[in-house]
């Protein structure tokens, strides 16, 4: 059994059931400020028991974005892509942990794209974050390629902006 609410809309209403687990795709980069940031994992952590897991697949801000020296010389913009994974982030002013992105991402054959305005957070915002909601516990993976996938999308080396976390409810 599973129940599936839009935290986007605000705190789910109770369930009928007490869940064990909250999984979020995405939904971190929406955080347009740590308040809302705290507020999505409050939303996670209001229908949970002790013990229940929040799992989550979130953009981050990383040393990589941090360090980019196309961002540092410029100083007014950013851009980090994968033409193998077929996306782009860019950003006007210098990088720093909140930022908002503009996040493309691209069909395989680069024809139709789609734009969507985020943010990115870095794993120590996203841990207070978890952590002033009652989380505890909090362990993050990197992405991995699944078996069978592509040879090219297996082997990349490009940059991935991307984190897996689980945190438990204390």
């Given at each position: 059994?599973?129940?599936?609410?839009?935290?986007i809309?605000?705190?789910?209403?109770?369930?009928?059931?007490?869940p064990d687990?909250?999984?979020?795709?995405?939904?971190?980069?929406?955080?347009?400020?740590?308040?809302?940031?705290?507020?999505?994992?409050?939303?996670?952590?209001?229908?949970?028991?002790?013990?229940?897991?929040?799992?989550?697949?979130t953009?981050?801000?990383?040393?990589?974005?941090?360090?980019?020296?196309?961002?540092?010389?410029?100083?007014?913009?950013?851009?980090?892509?994968?033409?193998?994974?077929?996306?782009?982030?860019?950003?006007?002013?210098r990088?720093?942990?909140?930022?908002?992105?503009?996040?493309?991402?691209?069909?395989?054959?680069?024809?139709?794209?789609?734009?969507?305005?985020?943010?990115?957070?870095?794993?120590?915002?996203?841990?207070r974050?978890?952590?002033?909601?009652g989380?505890?516990?909090?362990?993050?993976?990197?992405?991995?390629?699944?078996?069978?996938?592509?040879?090219?999308?297996?082997?990349?080396?490009?940059?991935?902006p991307?984190?897996?976390?689980?945190?438990?409810?204390?």
């Amino acid at each position: 059994t599973y129940y599936r609410h839009d935290l986007i809309e605000g705190p789910p209403p109770k369930p009928l059931f007490q869940p064990d687990i909250a999984i979020a795709s995405w939904l971190l980069p929406y955080a347009s400020n740590f308040n809302e940031l705290l507020e999505f994992c409050e939303a996670a952590a209001v229908n949970l028991e002790s013990g229940g897991r929040f799992v989550g697949i979130t953009a981050l801000y990383t040393d990589m974005i941090a360090r980019d020296p196309g961002a540092l010389l410029r100083r007014d913009h950013g851009h980090v892509e994968s033409e193998t994974l077929g996306w782009e982030f860019k950003w006007t002013g210098r990088p720093e942990d909140g930022m908002r992105v503009e996040s493309t991402l691209f069909s395989a054959d680069r024809k139709a794209q789609v734009t969507l305005p985020s943010h990115f957070w870095s794993k120590h915002s996203i841990e207070r974050a978890l952590e002033a909601a009652g989380f505890e516990a909090i362990t993050w993976a990197p992405l991995e390629a699944a078996s069978g996938a592509p040879e090219a999308v297996a082997t990349t080396k490009d940059p991935m902006p991307v984190g897996i976390f689980t945190a438990r409810l204390a």
